[in-house]
């Protein structure tokens, strides 16, 4: 989404970046409107690193924890911001070891 040397210029497409996610909204096949929620996590010069996470609102399985990453990191060339779309992968399998868990225990009491 940007690479530069401006911190400032690097700041204002993050926080775009993030706006722009946020206020999306997506038409399902029920033709309901679903989108992302999440706050955004200030940027500072002092901070190698900032990353904020949307989640996707929508209750289906197969989508519950679907989220947007919006970034924006420092290196050695300047500051570069990103956008992530990606299925949370770890709260996936935490939720399923959760239940699985569970499920177990009830089983052997």
């Not at 900032?50 to 300047?78: H, W």
């Amino acid at each position: 989404m940007y690479k530069g040397d401006d911190f400032k210029e690097a700041g204002k497409i993050y926080k775009n970046v993030f706006r722009l996610v946020k206020k999306s909204q997506i038409k399902w096949i029920d033709k309901t409107f679903v989108g992302f929620t999440g706050e955004m996590e200030k940027p500072a010069e002092t901070l190698r690193f900032t990353v904020s996470t949307l989640n996707f609102t929508l209750e289906d399985k197969r989508y519950k924890n679907f989220q947007a990453d919006v970034e924006m990191i420092s290196n050695y060339s300047g500051w570069e911001v990103h956008l992530n779309l990606q299925q949370n992968i770890l709260t996936t399998l935490l939720t399923r070891d959760v239940s699985h868990c569970t499920l177990l225990h009830t089983l052997t009491m």
